[in-house]
């Protein structure tokens, strides 16, 4: 039998729950939010998850629904997984407690853009994964809910291998190495290569423009290139393909990232620092792809 890897020891206490009826949803969430609400010195709970089961918890929890903040999961979970990473981020920035303390109780949308597509499912594994890490310093409680009726035994499955406790938990940075094994598609062979080291922001934008994006689009496209390729140093080659709304920009960075949660981690304030151009280009890209290799590291971004 294989080792287990050991469960982090971190004060993230990072869960992982599957229900297939109403009974069962219940039966995970009220005990739950119960440990929540007697838990000394934190914030009230929150609850993200579908419409139905914000009315669920509503009538079992009866006049103590008061002290559980109850969110619509289609709310929460708006955009990529890198989204849902500074949508977290934030919120426990806010309202956490001391050191992060606050219960989460949360459901994925597998009926919306996480479950639309494997690629869209790997890249939700990802940030399960990667969360481990992320929040590791954070005394944060999180319960991942997952409806089995929408996500199916594959996804559950793949999840529970980003879940501590599970008896199939994997190390994040593997689990993260094994989703960037899979091949990316290759370039095609009308890609236009932009001259210079450093991509212009006038020519990304220009081109976009003239492939069919809208101005707004196209400018943070070329905002996502141009400060991603400030992070990256020294480039080997810039190119450009595709058709609105689906525009790609490959940066051949020199060196190699070496880094899972490159681009991952939330900075410190608002504003875009020096060294943050992967944030943000995962902030406003569907797709931010790093590969790395023996000569450097192929950074992608997919806008859509």
Known sequence: MTPQPAPPDTPFDHRMTVFASDDEFLATALPF?????????EPPPVVIAAPGNLDLLRDALGVDAKDVGLVPHTEWYTGS???????????????GGPGGRIHLLMEPVWGGRAG????????WIRYEALANLLFAPLATTALCAYDSRVAGPAIVAAARRAHPGTGVYEDPVRLAAELDAVPLPPQPADAVRLPGPVPAAEAVRGWAADRGLPAADAELFAMAVTEAAAALGPLD???LWGE???????LRAAQRLDDPLAGFVPP???ELEPG?????????CAYVDVRDDREGASVRLQYE
């Open 268 to 270: 410190p304030s608002t």
């Open 276 to 284: 943050q151009g992967l944030w943000f280009a995962r902030q406003v």
């Open 33 to 41: 939010l119960t440990e929540a609400l007697a838990a000394p010195g």
């Open 116 to 123: 639309r597509s494997p690629r869209e499912t790997a890249e």
């Open 237 to 239: 080659g810039v190119r």
């Open 244 to 250: 609105a709304p689906a525009c790609v920009c490959e």
């Open 81 to 95: 997984a890198a989204n849902a990473i500074a949508q977290g981020a934030g919120y426990l920035a806010a309202h």
